[in-house]
């Protein structure tokens, strides 16, 4: 994970919310995912806006334990190709 590039959810994935969060559709390698907090979520659809990873998480203003949380969160969607760095 490069906290310097820009990511953005990959166009072959559909979030449907959910109460507890969303379900991540891949329609590429048809896998389902769950996306398990609301703030995540949000944080995962307003990725594009932001020129880098990092100015993403310090706009959403997390705490220390958050923003560690949401990392290996992050780590979990990049592997999984549910987000992608934006070209």
Known sequence: MD??????LNPQVAL???PFGAL???????????????DLVAF???LATHASLRDALDAAELGE????????????LIASDLIVVDP
Not at 3 to 8: C, G, N, P, T
């Open 3 to 8: 906290l310097d590039a820009a990511y953005r």
């Open 16 to 18: 449907r919310p959910d």
């Open 24 to 38: 991540a559709y891949h329609f590429g390698h048809r896998r389902l995912s769950f996306l398990r907090s609301p």
């Open 44 to 46: 995962v659809r307003e």
């Open 65 to 76: 334990t958050r923003r560690a949380r949401f990392l290996t969160a992050l780590e979990t």
